[in-house]
């Protein structure tokens, strides 16, 4: 317990819906240091003492903290991390803070429960632009804006990114994430090209000619963004299918490529590589 720190927000969305009244914070809804092994919650009992408070329960582990069960929720569509003492009489709504780390232990949990996974094999790849080395072990895919100002950003920490480690490879896949008519027509100008040049010049502001064929692969790729409940640019989905939307710098991408097995083939269809 010393360890760590409760902050409590009494208008969190729990208390919000079930009042009050409903949740307290008491010394006595700890445990009495008694081992664990002798205290048990199943989903089911979790179930029934939330029933009416939460839409549904997911999951229910022990806490890191001594004395909790962390209880994973839907409410309002929201996927929550909850916290039951082993009394089961009081739930506990907020942050869990590790002093020592200074880490946000419920924010992370929230994190990981809310993750969207897509299948990457089929994805497919046939119009995208290649940064990196198309044939490299562990590939990326990178859903993107060419009117995106943190697209640009992250496009310099991509190069970074392969500057040092040359396994990686970034299949970026343009289109209008608000489909707004100009982007999508500067997203065909560059797919007909298969021009990384071009897609820079657009991340600088330069005008593009207009595109030299015919293709639907940005409005493919909306509608794909979509289906992967993507919402905004960049967004990119790792080799073990997570999708993470927005600008990371090089390190943070390494690092979430450290956490994600390779994707094998890379995707489902043919890979062509950008000029």
């Known amino acids: 317990m010393k360890s760590l720190l409760f902050r409590l927000s009494l208008a969190?969305?729990?208390l919000a819906s079930a009042g009050t009244?409903?949740?307290a914070f008491m010394k006595e809804g700890y445990g009495s240091g008694e081992c664990k092994d002798c205290h048990s919650l199943t989903r089911e009992e979790a179930g029934k003492l939330l029933a009416g408070i939460v839409d549904n329960v997911l999951n229910v582990e022990e806490s890191p903290v001594?004395?909790?069960?962390?209880v994973d929720i839907v409410k309002g569509g929201r996927k929550i991390p909850i916290y039951i003492d082993y009394?089961?009489?009081y739930v506990?709504?907020?942050q869990v803070l590790h002093l020592g780390t200074k880490a946000d232990l419920t924010a992370e949990r929230m994190r990981k429960l809310n993750e969207v996974k897509a299948d990457f094999s089929r994805i497919p790849l046939e119009d995208a632009l290649v940064v990196g080395n198309p044939s490299a072990k562990r590939k990326v895919v990178v859903f993107s804006d060419p009117d995106c100002h943190y697209c640009a950003m992250l496009h310099g920490e991509l190069k970074t990114v392969i500057e040092k480690k040359p396994d990686v490879a970034?299949?970026?896949?343009?289109y209008s994430r608000n489909n707004d008519p100009a982007s999508m027509e500067k997203a065909k100008s560059i797919i007909c090209a298969k021009s990384l040049a071009l897609l820079e010049g657009a991340y600088a502001g330069k005008p593009l000619p207009p595109a030299a064929c015919r293709t639907d692969a940005p409005g493919q790729t909306l509608k794909l963004a979509g289906q992967l409940n993507i919402q905004g640019t960049p967004a990119l989905v790792l080799p073990d299918g997570r999708v993470m939307t927005g600008y990371r710098k090089a390190d943070a991408l390494m690092e979430l490529l450290a956490e994600s097995a390779p994707s094998g083939a890379g995707g489902g269809r043919k890979e062509e590589s950008s000029r």
């Open 92 to 94: 506990l709504s907020g």
């Open 170 to 174: 970034f299949f970026v896949k343009l």
């Open 87 to 89: 009394s089961k009489k």
């Open 21 to 23: 009244g409903a949740f």
């Open 12 to 14: 969190a969305l729990l």
């Open 66 to 70: 001594q004395g909790l069960w962390v």
